[in-house]
């Protein structure tokens, strides 16, 4: 008997302590990544009215918001009124942009949610007789690549009068720069109440697919100069007709687009391709590399020495 109500206590034990277990709260932080994928945070200046001669600190943070690793490049201009400049924490320095007026630095190898901080120490200009005030600017500049991919129902109108699918759109890869692709053709049908638009092609007949770009950040300046839309179970209807240059299955466009708010529209027909069932799900997947700059500026006033 004494043997059993051991085994008892020694089991309510164990219960005990794997519900305490259980119930302990989770300590896993959640991170969410962020279309703005390069901030500047905290970016001053240590004296807005510093002396002739004397040493003043810009500094400020960049940080990583994005699901991959970057290098970003950091530009310093206008910058005349500081001497004997020296950046800290510079992986390497921007030789090629260096100019009189501007020192630049590189952050190799970003990772997502690091932070890497960036001083720049200098000497106000001596020779200052009258108060002036001068305004650094600053840049910061990163290349993403993004992507998207659209799945068209295209269907025979013989076997098959409706899609057993539909037009489908992945989600925007992460960056301030999110591809548009419109749906190419839009039908209505009436369920009650209710209108549902549906939207599917045809066999053997062309349709109109359009893409633009719109900078869902809005605070600077992006240039794509490498666009690419692959095809499948789809072919160009005619090349005149199509804003792309055409190689087999792929889609290029030779030139950079600069984009502050919302891009042109480009736009492409295309028809099925030997189609033998009666429903095919016919995809368009683009990939596009994108350089985003953005900046702003810390101004103060240099005193004659006292």
Same mark, same amino acid.
């Given at each position: 008997m004494r043997k059993l109500e051991l085994t008892l206590i020694f089991l309510c034990g164990i219960f005990f302590v794997a519900g305490c277990i259980r119930q302990q709260p989770s300590t896993v932080e959640y991170k969410e990544y962020k279309n703005d994928i390069i901030t500047a945070e905290g970016i001053s200046v240590s004296n807005l009215r510093p002396y002739a001669g004397s040493q003043i600190t810009f500094e400020g943070e960049i940080k990583n918001n994005g699901d991959?690793?970057?290098?970003?490049? *950091?530009? %310093? %201009?206008?910058i005349q009124a500081i001497e004997n400049i020296n950046i800290t924490y510079c992986d390497e320095p921007a030789e090629k942009k260096v100019t009189i007026n501007s020192i630049g630095c590189i952050f190799k190898n970003v990772e997502p949610f690091e932070t890497r901080r960036i001083i720049l =120490?200098? *000497?106000t200009f001596p020779n200052i007789i009258s108060p002036m005030s001068f305004s650094i600017s600053y840049s910061i500049r990163y290349n993403v690549t993004g992507y998207r991919i659209a *799945?068209?129902?295209?269907?025979d109108e013989t076997t098959r009068k409706t899609p057993l699918s539909s037009f489908t759109l992945s989600k925007p890869s992460i960056g301030p720069l999110v591809l548009n692709i419109d749906t190419p053709i839009s039908r209505e049908r009436k369920v009650g109440e209710k209108i549902i638009k549906e939207s599917w092609a045809i066999k053997d007949q062309p349709f109109e697919v359009k893409f633009s770009f719109e900078d869902v950040v809005g605070k600077g300046i992006a240039t794509i100069y490498n666009l690419r839309i =692959?095809? +499948?179970?789809?072919?160009v209807y005619d090349p005149s007709l199509c804003d792309f240059n055409v190689s087999g299955d792929q889609l290029i466009l030779n030139k950079d687009i600069r984009v502050a708010g919302k891009s042109e +529209? %480009?736009?492409?027909? %295309?028809i099925s391709k030997d189609m033998t069932k009666p429903e095919v799900s016919a995809i368009i997947s683009a990939e596009f590399n994108y350089t985003y700059e953005f900046g702003?500026?810390?101004?103060?006033?240099i005193l004659p020495k006292p």
């Open positions: 991959k690793m970057l290098d970003v490049e *950091t530009m %310093f %201009f206008n =120490n200098g *000497t *799945t068209i129902p295209i269907i =692959n095809m +499948t179970d789809l072919m +529209t %480009f736009m492409c027909y %295309f702003g500026s810390q101004s103060f006033t």
